[in-house]
């Protein structure tokens, strides 16, 4: 399939691995300029080496803890030496957390709030003040947000918190056609997912009235949707790719 993404300029967070790798590679395909940001410094060159195969326009790479505010500060201005300014915001970095609420620690929470939630903030803070008039935005949240995840508390919460910055900014940037719309991913198969698939992943599978789990590749045709302007009155709105998986709860 064909989007019209091409010249466009997306920043893609977490682009070493499955579902924003997955992003990157769709959209290099389509010919957008991308940069990529991860903490992984050597998977994040291999994914940009794979997209300019795949026919990116330009690809530059950031590799940056992303819960240290200054380097979104940092990627700021990269974005705008580097593409003068964006079109697509793609901030999919994140991670999980395994902790029963009477076992966790302050640090797994702040960790999980400051690269899920915190660093979603700041980005948008960062960059919307750069990004075109009828750019696109596209945040993470999961079937957890919506359904809570006993033993995954902190993560949780910070994939309900997506929801109420997405439709705030929403209303706050408009009437520049700027969109900010919300994925709800069920079971993927990434590395996210390695230790709960290991233990229950057929059971999962088995919930869902596909009889499977999903793709990285999966959520990354819906996000090009999103960015696309085949989307261009979709606004706001919760996307949940999840084979059909909440029909289990
Ligand atoms: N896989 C799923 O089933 C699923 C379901 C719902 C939502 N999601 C969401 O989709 C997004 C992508 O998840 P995924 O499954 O592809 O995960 P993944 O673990 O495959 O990739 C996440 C990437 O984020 C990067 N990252 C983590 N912390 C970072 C930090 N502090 N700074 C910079 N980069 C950092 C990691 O290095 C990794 O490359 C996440 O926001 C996740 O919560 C995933």
């Known amino acids: 399939m064909k989007w019209d993404l091409e010249h466009r300029r997306a920043v893609i967070t977490g682009a070493a691995n499955g579902i924003a790798k997955a992003t990157a590679l769709l959209l290099a395909g389509e010919g957008t300029r991308l940069v990529l940001v991860d903490l992984d410094a050597d998977k994040l060159a291999a994914t940009a080496d794979e997209c300019r195969t795949a026919g990116a326009e330009q690809v530059e790479t950031f590799a940056a803890d992303l819960t240290d505010g200054e380097k979104v500060h940092e990627l700021g201005d990269l974005v705008r030496d580097s593409m003068d300014g964006l079109d697509l915001l793609i901030p999919a970095a994140g991670i999980i957390g395994r902790d029963p609420i009477d076992q966790m620690p302050d640090e797994h929470w702040d960790r999980i709030m400051n690269i899920n939630v915190r660093a979603v903030f700041q980005l948008n803070r960062e960059l919307l003040p750069q990004m075109a008039d009828g750019g696109s935005v596209v945040l993470f949240s999961s079937d957890a947000g919506r359904r809570g995840s006993p033993g995954k508390a902190a993560y949780a919460t910070a994939k ?56 990285p590749e999966e959520v990354a045709s819906v996000i090009a949707f999103l960015c696309s302007d085949a989307s261009s009155f979709v606004n706001g709105t919760i996307v949940p790719i999840n084979g059909g998986h909440y029909m289990a709860g």
């Open 160 to 215: 309900a918190a997506i929801v109420g910055l997405a439709r705030s900014i929403v209303g706050e940037v408009g009437r520049r056609q700027i969109r900010v719309n919300i994925v709800a991913p069920g079971f993927i198969d990434t590395r996210m997912n390695a230790q709960t698939f290991a233990e229950k992943g057929d059971v999962l599978a088995d919930e869902t009235p596909l009889g499977r789990n999903g793709r």
